[in-house]
């Protein structure tokens, strides 16, 4: 490949990389009419260390706004949150309608 386009291509490489990383921001939800939601999972891990993480267990949860009718219904077993090191949080939601994010 020429130096001619190297400059170029990794600028648009640069580009392409922050905006899918722009792009796993969670957005709210909203939810209207009627839903059902059905998860099923077995053996969940969430592990956080160092300094300043969190560790999150997120099964069958629906966050922000919401209208109309919701059914959860969840079946987990063996959820396990870890959490070691200096300001560090585990939060597991587990079938529940929750109004703000773990932090």
């Known amino acids: 490949m020429s130096t001619r ?10 580009c392409f990389a922050i905006n899918d ?7 709210r939800t909203r939810i209207q009419g009627n839903t059902d939601i059905n998860v099923s999972t077995n053996n969940t891990t969430a592990i956080a260390t160092g300094e300043n993480n969190v560790a999150k267990n997120r099964i069958g949860v629906v966050q922000g706004d919401r209208k109309g009718d919701l059914k959860v219904n969840v079946k987990a077993a063996n959820v396990t949150t870890v959490v070691s090191g200096r300001n560090k949080k585990g939060c597991a ?8 994010e773990c932090k």
């Open 5 to 14: 386009y190297a400059l170029p291509l990794c600028f648009l490489l640069v």
């Open 21 to 27: 990383a722009g792009a796993q921001v969670s957005q």
């Open 93 to 100: 939601n587990i079938g529940s309608v929750v109004s703000e």
